[in-house]
């Protein structure tokens, strides 16, 4: 059961805000800041244990039932806000597009993760989802705070509503799986783990929902939050770290592909959204190798790798290699062809692991 102690997971990273606010114009500026604001307030939040007030989460009482609610803060700053849309009242075609949205996300998320790993949703004990659209004024990020998913509506200058792109949701949620299963701790090469097992999963979810194969994915992150204002396709990109936006207002994407390349810093949690470039590549390049679904090998070895009772929450990128090369080990066979594939994929990266990693036995 995920813990009361909550930290705020941001889609969108301070970085770019930050760039937003110095350079943008006086409107953009203005939506910047006042998002970098609340972020930072949240932020400050996180480190009391009962930071939120909403009451502890109810349960499922059947096995495997979605149960999805969605409120609206009719932008305020207030949480949940409104209930607009139940499991027994969803929304209907003709309703409001950020409330189908949300609806349809969460219930994505939540049947990917029950139709592949047999998961009962984020806590695998059927926890409730609950979102809040319409949260603020022209707030710029979508996050998840522990008990339920937040989405701003953006600026409309430069990001579009934040409940467009199902990956960012189904990324945001799976630090709900991620803080229930690994508590993998949010700073530094943990902390990027954290965001690139988020990015996995979120692009997991909106390649099952739409049919893709490792081919014809996209292997991009937050696809259609950009305006036409901005010179991008994304976010992030799983498949070339570093090439998802060049643009005089937000910058260039600073993600690195390989550990040469590894950013130092303090910032953003040092790091966290940048250096997830490196794991998300080695995820990429293994998932491209073993061609078909990515849900059925790759992601299947780094969802039981996230499991795994070797995964201490301050474990970095060379132990996590080692990790889900002994999976695939145990899961396929030690010195089968998906294990070589997983250690080349990271040695590609430039961490280098041997197929023949000693094998830990799954947590049960």
Same mark, same amino acid.
């Given at each position: 059961?995920?813990?009361? $102690?909550?930290?705020?997971?941001? /889609?969108?990273?301070?970085?770019?805000?930050?760039? /937003?606010?110095? $350079? @943008?114009?006086?409107?953009?500026?203005?939506?910047?800041?006042?998002?970098?604001? +609340?972020?930072?307030? %949240?932020?400050?939040? *996180?480190?009391?244990?009962?930071? %939120?007030?909403?009451?502890?989460?109810? =349960?499922? +009482?059947?096995?495997?039932?979605?149960?999805?609610?969605?409120?609206?803060?009719?932008?305020?700053?207030?949480?949940?806000?409104?209930?607009?849309?139940?499991?027994?009242?969803?929304?209907?075609?003709?309703?409001?597009?950020? /409330?189908?949205?949300?609806?349809?996300?969460?219930?994505?998320?939540?049947? =990917?993760? %029950?139709?592949?790993?047999?998961?009962?949703?984020?806590?695998?004990?059927?926890?409730?989802?609950?979102?809040?659209?319409?949260?603020?004024?022209? !707030?710029?990020?979508?996050?998840?705070?522990?008990?339920?998913?937040?989405?701003?509506?953006?600026?409309?200058?430069?990001?579009?509503?934040?409940?467009?792109?199902?990956?960012?949701?189904?990324?945001? #949620?799976?630090?709900?799986?991620?803080?229930?299963?690994?508590?993998?701790?949010?700073?530094?090469?943990? @902390?990027?783990?954290?965001?690139?097992?988020?990015?996995? %999963?979120?692009?997991?979810?909106?390649?099952?929902?739409?049919?893709?194969?490792? *081919?014809?994915?996209?292997?991009?992150? @937050?696809?259609?939050?950009?305006?036409?204002?901005?010179?991008?396709?994304?976010? $992030?990109?799983?498949?070339?770290?570093?090439?998802?936006?060049?643009?005089?207002?937000?910058?260039?994407?600073?993600?690195?592909?390989?550990?040469?390349?590894?950013?130092?810093?303090?910032?953003?949690?040092?790091?966290?959204?940048?250096?997830?470039? /490196?794991?998300? *590549?080695?995820?990429?390049?293994?998932?491209?190798?073993?061609?078909?679904?990515?849900?059925?090998?790759?992601?299947?070895?780094? !969802?039981?790798?996230?499991?795994?009772?070797?995964?201490?929450?301050?474990?970095?990128?060379? *132990?996590?290699?080692?990790?889900?090369?002994?999976?695939?080990?145990?899961?396929?066979?030690?010195?089968? +062809?998906?294990?070589?594939?997983?250690?080349?994929?990271?040695?590609?990266? @430039? #961490?280098?692991?041997?197929?023949?990693?000693?094998?830990?036995?799954?947590?049960?």
């Amino acid at each position: 059961m995920c813990s009361t $102690r909550h930290s705020i997971f941001c /889609i969108l990273p301070p970085h770019i805000l930050r760039a /937003i606010a110095e $350079r @943008g114009t006086l409107e953009e500026r203005t939506a910047a800041s006042r998002t970098l604001a +609340v972020d930072s307030t %949240f932020r400050a939040m *996180r480190a009391a244990p009962m930071a %939120f007030a909403a009451p502890p989460p109810t =349960f499922a +009482v059947q096995p495997a039932a979605k149960q999805r609610t969605i409120y609206t803060a009719n932008n305020l700053q207030q949480l949940p806000g409104t209930a607009v849309a139940t499991e027994q009242n969803p929304p209907t075609a003709s309703a409001d597009a950020v /409330i189908v949205e949300a609806f349809d996300g969460l219930g994505a998320t939540w049947d =990917f993760y %029950f139709d592949v790993f047999d998961r009962q949703s984020i806590d695998d004990e059927g926890m409730p989802l609950n979102a809040t659209v319409h949260y603020g004024n022209r !707030y710029n990020n979508a996050f998840w705070n522990g008990q339920q998913m937040v989405f701003g509506d953006g600026d409309g200058r430069l990001f579009k509503r934040f409940t467009i792109a199902l990956d960012v949701i189904g990324h945001e #949620l799976t630090h709900g799986v991620t803080q229930d299963e690994a508590q993998l701790q949010y700073m530094f090469q943990s @902390g990027a783990l954290n965001e690139s097992m988020s990015d996995v %999963f979120g692009s997991l979810i909106k390649q099952k929902k739409n049919g893709d194969t490792t *081919r014809s994915a996209d292997w991009l992150i @937050g696809e259609g939050l950009f305006t036409s204002e901005v010179n991008g396709q994304a976010l $992030r990109s799983m498949k070339a770290p570093g090439t998802a936006y060049s643009d005089p207002v937000l910058g260039d994407d600073p993600q690195p592909d390989h550990m040469s390349k590894y950013v130092n810093t303090y910032d953003d949690n040092g790091g966290v959204h940048i250096n997830s470039g /490196i794991p998300n *590549r080695a995820f990429y390049l293994a998932a491209y190798a073993f061609d078909g679904y990515a849900w059925e090998k790759a992601g299947r070895i780094w !969802y039981e790798t996230l499991r795994d009772s070797a995964l201490r929450p301050t474990t970095g990128f060379k *132990r996590f290699a080692k990790l889900t090369v002994s999976t695939a080990g145990r899961l396929f066979g030690p010195g089968s +062809v998906e294990q070589e594939i997983v250690a080349d994929a990271w040695a590609t990266v @430039g #961490l280098s692991v041997s197929a023949t990693a000693v094998a830990v036995p799954l947590r049960a």
